[in-house]
């Protein structure tokens, strides 16, 4: 699907993305679980030492993106309230879009009328990144069609599979999109790893590694 870099990353000044990751919440961390699995831990620590930025979404207000980052030691972009809220680290592209006074700037982007589609928060963050650095490539997570907007603003989008909902329409949305194999954080830890995700079980079959 694709590759992260395999040369050691050189730590230098912005811009240094070169891949970005935009991902729900509750694609990330199963919510009847106390923590991160294995798997999602070890293909997200993969993605931090490539310097790759993860661009946590949440379905609400609440800032449980804050709460993941401080548990993964990162600090990046995230988006509450269902996409329509950015929040961005004061100072994160070398500027302020607000006042300096408090540690995170938030946007709320709203529709402009009856019936006309509001700016896309995640559009605009998009946007900036590659403001600063062109040649960036974006990668998305998709479960339901309330993820369309992942999907649709990214270079390589990618469905994880959800056996319990129809998932028909949005595979047919987005026919080149990668559909993994697992479900919810599995699957999103499948896509990051690969082939590294996997081992021969006793039965020779491909079995999830831990």
């Not at 679980?33 to 207000?61: K, M, N, Y």
């Not at 509001?118 to 946007?127: A, E, I, N």
């Not at 697992?182 to 996997?198: D, S």
């Amino acid at each position: 699907m694709f590759e992260l870099p395999t040369a050691p990353v050189q730590h230098r000044a912005r811009p240094r993305w070169p891949i970005l990751v935009v991902t729900p919440v509750n694609v990330f961390r199963d919510p009847a679980a106390p923590e991160l699995h294995p798997t999602v831990r070890r293909a997200a620590q993969l993605l931090i030492d490539a310097d790759i930025p993860i661009i946590f979404i949440a379905s609400s207000v609440v800032r449980e993106p804050e709460h993941l980052q401080r548990e993964l030691g990162i600090v990046h972009p995230y988006l509450s309230d269902g996409g329509t809220t950015l929040h961005i680290p004061y100072g994160y592209f070398g500027g302020g879009y607000a006042g300096a006074g408090t540690d995170w700037e938030m946007m709320t982007f709203v529709a402009r009328g009856f019936g006309v589609e509001p700016p896309s928060g995640l559009q605009f963050l998009l946007q900036t990144y590659r403001i600063h650095r062109s040649d960036i490539v974006t990668i998305g997570f998709g479960v339901t069609s309330s993820d369309r907007f992942v999907l649709e603003h990214v270079d390589v989008p990618v469905i994880v599979r959800n056996r319990n909902i129809g998932q028909n329409q949005l595979q047919t949305s987005f026919p080149d999109a990668f559909v993994t194999h697992f479900e919810g954080p599995l699957g999103w830890g499948e896509a990051i790893l690969g082939g590294l995700a996997y081992e021969s079980d006793e039965t020779g079959m491909m079995a999830v590694r831990l």
